[in-house]
């Protein structure tokens, strides 16, 4: 069972079905020991077709699907009868763009699942698809099932699929709260990905971590040394500080290394894709600090008192106590008694931060995060050209793949930024070229391509931004028409 719960992780195809099956005279056969459904594996005799009759079973796919990829991940083979456990065949002809766009309706982007004819004979197949595990957030349904004969639906929208032994199991509503609080899941609807009565979680604005192994080596290496208490990451913006730090604090979680986890960001906008937009910060002075982590130590009611009194009762409870603390964003923090205090931090607490530049020097651990290697590069343009829908980039040749990656200088955010203004592969590789061509690296590269889009604006929506920039209080609404009729040429 581990051996095929790896091939599922390592999505390969062949080693799965080398387990389960053996071929006599052409037709694939049960192996002795896999007669059986389970937690990885479940058969059906057919797929449906793509009519909209077929619909209410389409939906229960979906469901099944769902609860694989909130488990370990599996396997669904079509074409085994599921009560005599032989080859009977599916006829419908598909392929994994077409099984995919059916399940996207209740799955949406954040999943693909690679769908295969194996065993073709002249009129039938096995259909094999397998469902990746999940990542970080668990799957719920985006939208109601169809109504089946009986009037009743078999999920509703926000509901949460779990393969229990050999079934899909439902859980609806409140339940499926409960069972992401007891189970220690994230929930999808709010700004910390963990926040339970020990630990305080960022959300990180990843669903799926790309691996970095030399680096996350460091970070775990870092956190675990008992030598160093503070594991600093340093880099430039859009490389992936942040989405590291995150993957090592819940690493920590979910092995229990440490009895509290406090996270706090001074970020109070992000450059995605589109832009920048603003964020809620969580740390804008030394008293936000010392806040948080009255708040997750369970010491609330000693906020009102001064600032010298509060970090006296903070040392106190620290001293000693199994703490992880997780400061992003530290060089946007104006305070200098954060820095120091995070520098004497009491034993045994640690502390792992992210900054553009080496601002704790004192018992630091350093990691400097560089750009993704080309296979970590090629692997995050896949899986973003998937998130935001762009399956034609997914089918880039390897070398264009490597060529578009490579002008972004395997920085993320360049990567994400490229992938969002490009509806497929031609105008990827133009962008890719322009890039190229202006030599931007580093912190110029997401200037070059942010400064595209203020380069892509109207000229009167220009005139409004520029309008934008001369104060820092919001302005109504008609203040920018205003300004936006007067920027047009006179009579237009």
């Known amino acids: 069972m581990e ?31 896999f007669g059986r459904e389970t937690e990885l594996w479940d058969f059906k005799r057919g797929l449906p077709t793509l009519k909209a009759e077929h619909e209410v079973i389409w939906a229960d796919i979906a469901a099944d699907i769902a609860a694989f990829h909130n488990k370990k991940g599996g396997l669904l083979v079509f074409g085994i009868d599921d009560k005599t456990l032989s080859f009977v065949g599916t006829r419908d002809p598909l392929d994994a763009k077409r099984f995919n766009d059916k399940i996207r309706r209740y799955l949406g982007d954040t999943i693909w699942v690679e769908f295969s004819r194996e065993y073709i004979q002249s009129d039938k197949y096995l259909g094999v698809a397998l469902i990746p595990p999940r990542e970080l957030m668990p799957l719920r349904m985006r939208c109601d099932a169809p109504v089946q004969k009986t009037g009743e639906r078999s999920f509703s929208k926000g509901d949460l699929p ?24 994230p ?49 430039i913006g ?3 500080k942040t989405a590291l730090a995150c993957w090592g ?91 120091t205090f995070l520098e004497t931090l009491p034993k045994p607490t640690k502390a792992i931060t992210t900054s553009r530049t080496n601002a704790v020097r004192t018992a630091a651990f350093p990691i400097t995060v560089g750009p993704l290697s080309d296979q970590e590069a090629v692997k995050f343009f896949d899986r973003y050209a998937l998130v935001i829908g762009r399956p034609t980039l997914r089918n880039a040749a390897p070398a264009e793949k490597l060529r578009i990656v490579r002008a972004c200088s395997a920085v993320p955010l360049a990567v ?3 992938i969002g203004h490009s509806a497929d592969v031609a ?64 009579g237009r």
Request: proline share 3%; hydrophobic share 40%.
């Open 3 to 33: 051996r095929f719960a790896k091939a599922i992780q390592q999505k390969n195809v062949a080693a799965l079905l080398e387990r389960l099956l053996e071929s006599r005279d052409g037709i694939p056969v049960l192996k002795m020991g």
């Open 162 to 185: 779990i393969r229990e032994r050999d079934s899909t199991r439902i859980y609806r509503g409140s339940a499926a709260d409960e069972y992401l609080a007891k189970n220690r899941l």
């Open 187 to 235: 929930s999808p609807d709010s700004r910390f990905l963990i926040n339970d009565a020990r630990a305080r979680i960022l959300r990180p604005d990843w669903s799926e971590f790309i691996t970095r192994d030399e680096l996350c080596t460091r970070v775990v290496a870092g956190i675990n040394d008992g030598r160093t208490y503070v594991t600093t990451l340093t880099g």
């Open 238 to 240: 859009g490389i992936g």
């Open 249 to 339: 604090v819940l690493e920590a979680y979910k092995e229990s290394r440490f009895e509290f986890i406090i996270s706090v960001s001074a970020k109070d906008r992000e450059l995605s894709e589109k832009g920048i937009k603003p964020i809620e910060a969580t740390l804008t002075s030394y008293d936000d600090l010392l806040n948080e982590i009255l708040d997750v130590l369970g010491f609330s009611e000693y906020k009102s008192e001064s600032t010298e009194s509060r970090e006296g009762t903070v040392r106190a409870l620290l001293d000693g106590a199994s703490v992880l603390l997780f400061v992003d964003n530290l060089e946007t923090v104006d305070d200098g008694r954060v820095v």
């Open 416 to 418: 994400q930024w490229l």
């Open 427 to 490: 105008s990827a590789l133009r962008l890719a070229d322009a890039i190229s061509t202006s030599g931007a690296r580093d912190e110029e590269l997401l200037e070059f391509c942010f400064r595209r889009v203020h380069v892509g604006l109207t000229e009167a929506a220009r005139y409004v931004l520029a309008a934008l920039t001369l104060t820092d209080k919001p302005q109504p609404i008609e203040a920018l028409v205003l300004c936006y009729i007067n920027s047009l040429p006179y």
